[in-house]
């Protein structure tokens, strides 16, 4: 149909009388990933994830790929979809989750925290890793989004989180930085804290005089 709004909601329709897995389905939505209209990508990559299983490789690499669609809105929902097909836990997805929290556009990076327990469980060490990768990064936007992620999956108390923090107190020159990594850890440390946290928030105070 030459309506783009019309296209996306056939396909969308598709998912609902097609079952998951159809190969049919699949093969029709996945035609429609590089089209010419915005909006029916949009629909396509939804419709791929709705007709795929949890784990599905495939649909994996086809939703990740569209994360560097050349319109706004396609890698917002590629980067909201893609925990929903990725494997759980699984250490290659949690790398491009953690890529993800880099992407130049702030929706894409917030998209991808808001499906953050899609792709991993809570407490998940790899994960908490990735996260606290980026705590140190010189971009506001990408210190704040791996601050809204490590509050989504870190339990508060959690050892690799706290250290995360710690460790951005320690080695970061970055000003801003040390007050975003002090802010978080105040958040998911637990109370009373051991002298690995409470030492270098007292040093931070000291040296950098960071609000509390």
Not at 18 to 40: C, I, N
Not at 72 to 86: C, F, P, S, T, Y
Not at 129 to 144: A, D, W
Request: charge should be positive; glycine fraction near 6%.
């Amino acid at each position: 149909h030459e309506d783009a709004e019309v296209r996306a909601i056939a396909i969308q329709a598709l998912t609902r009388i097609a079952t998951r897995g159809d190969p049919v389905a699949r093969t029709a939505v996945r035609k429609r990933l590089e089209h010419a209209a915005p909006q029916a990508r949009a629909a396509a990559v939804e419709a791929l994830v709705a007709l795929s299983q949890k784990g599905d490789g495939g649909a994996y690499g086809l939703v990740y790929g569209k994360l560097t669609d050349g319109a706004l809105d396609v890698r917002k929902v590629a980067a909201r979809k893609l925990g929903e097909v990725a494997p759980k836990n699984d250490l290659k997805a949690i790398r491009s989750f953690g890529k993800l929290l880099t992407h130049r556009d702030e929706e894409v990076r917030e998209s991808a925290v808001d499906s953050l327990l899609d792709l991993s469980d809570m407490d998940h060490d790899k994960t908490i890793e990735e996260i606290g990768k980026r705590l140190e990064s010189p971009n506001p936007g990408v210190r704040r989004a791996a601050m809204r992620g490590m509050l989504k999956v870190a339990s508060k108390g959690n050892d690799l989180a706290m250290s995360s923090c710690t460790e951005t107190l320690r080695k970061s020159s970055d000003r801003e930085a040390c007050v975003d990594a002090a802010r978080l850890l105040r958040r998911v440390a637990s109370s009373p804290a051991h002298d690995g946290v409470v030492v270098p928030c007292a040093r931070a105070w000291s040296n950098l005089r960071l609000p509390w």
